[in-house]
């Protein structure tokens, strides 16, 4: 890993080392890091005079694109803080990111601009719009923009207490929350990912198609840079085109959520695909069943990594390496070991859980968030004073020091006195060999409180009535554990990074019922 004062050395880093060598990819276009490091200067200096001082947020709303990276870096030369907003909210909640975080000014993709315009009225302090591309009739074009400014680089003294990005929460409970991500922080996800996972050699290309406002996506790009990569930007997930990028360019690297990982295994164009230069699989930000990973592995033939963390732990904890991955070892549905410079605890009603014993994950590192965007109260409750952030998540260590998550706390179903969490049923449901997907939840029940209901997709062609996979999950996990119901869907609801909106979900079940638990 090079030697950087903070995070917009890492263009600066290369465009000295290694300017002609190409940085990002993005459809056909591509931009060596020289070109990168004069654009982001550009921007800076752009930012500069549109009066974005240091501190103040930016918004981005649109799709992936290279110039997200151009952007990114022009803040933090600027001294900015970039606040990408989910592209794939409705227009209130958008309108609430953008107003909550003060963004004064915001660079839009064009498929967005007409939601922005139609939000005016609703962000007065919203004054400089720019769109991403050329062609609209008010706005001017982000390369026109940013063209019309010096590529001197600002060269402004960054802090560890800069605010590098503000990534907010999904929202899937209650209104999103802004994560404020530091110069620090980053720091800390340098040295840990680049000592424990992120195994980048200059010139390899890194496929990034997670979305860019979330932690996965955005930091991916971020350290295929740091380690001088080829980043190649996905616009968003197409698994037909992504089986095509991994044989046009090389792709030695990718981060994939679970679910992308099914979708690819399931492709039509699969079997065809070369996935022969692909060396490393990063996977996580939801629970993966043993059938899928091992399905995966066979296919794939890479050396399979996952991660755990949060946006709150700029995407740090722990990590799965490859060789933790033979079958044989049982430790396939564990997250693995705390990653360097990350303690991890299980708390239960205020003390270390014992090995074994489900509880709270509590993770303790520098790479923990400065807090949430102004609401202290929501920092103080998530972070105590010895800096321990609690994580929401239910999980537990095993004998040999290995994390296994269960599911957040507020998923586990209580059904008589037992707790049930979802991902162990649906490990045994996704080994059915008819099912496609799964989800678990809790629904009202007169005699337990709540009963097992699972959601399920069939593979296409595929058989099976609810009494067979009831039984297939008899054989294999407790009584009390295995489905009551089953209910067939043709696909599961999801958020970005891949995670099953059990809310909606339950929602049918509990409507007009308070839910108790969790």
Known sequence: MPDLSCSADVVRHHAQVRPEAVALVFQDESITYAELDALSSRCANALIAAGVRPGDRVGTLARGNADFFVLWFGCLKAGACLNPVNWRLASPEVAFILKDASCRLAVIGADYSGMIEALVADLPDLTTRIQFEPGHTAWPGFRDWIGAHSDADPRRTAQPDDDVIQLYTSGTTGLPKGVQLTEANYAACFQSASTAWALIDPGDSVLVCMPLFHVAGANLGMLGL??????IIMREVDIGLMLRLFGEHGVRHAFLAPAIINMVLQHPEQAQADLSRLDYVYYGASPISEEVLTQAQARFGSRFMQLYGLTETIGGGAYLPPEAHDPALGKLRSCGRPSPGY??????DGRDAEVGEVGEIEIRSPGVMKGY????????????????F??????????????????????????????VYPAEV???LMSHPAVADAAVIGVPDDRWGEAVKAIVVLKPGAAAGPEVIIAHCRNLIAGYKVPKTIDFINVL??????????RELREPYWRGRERRVG
């Open 226 to 231: 740091l380690m001088g990569g080829r980043c």
């Open 343 to 348: 303690e991890i605890r299980i708390r239960i």
């Open 373 to 388: 965007w102004n609401r202290p109260d929501a920092t103080a409750q998530s972070i105590d004073a010895e800096g321990w």
């Open 390 to 419: 609690r994580s929401g998540d239910a999980g537990f260590f095993d004998a040999d020091g290995y994390l296994f998550i269960h599911d957040r706390v507020k998923d586990m179903i209580v059904s008589g006195g037992e707790n």
């Open 426 to 428: 649906e490990n045994a």
């Open 493 to 502: 609801p999801r958020n970005p990074s891949g995670k099953v909106l059990r």
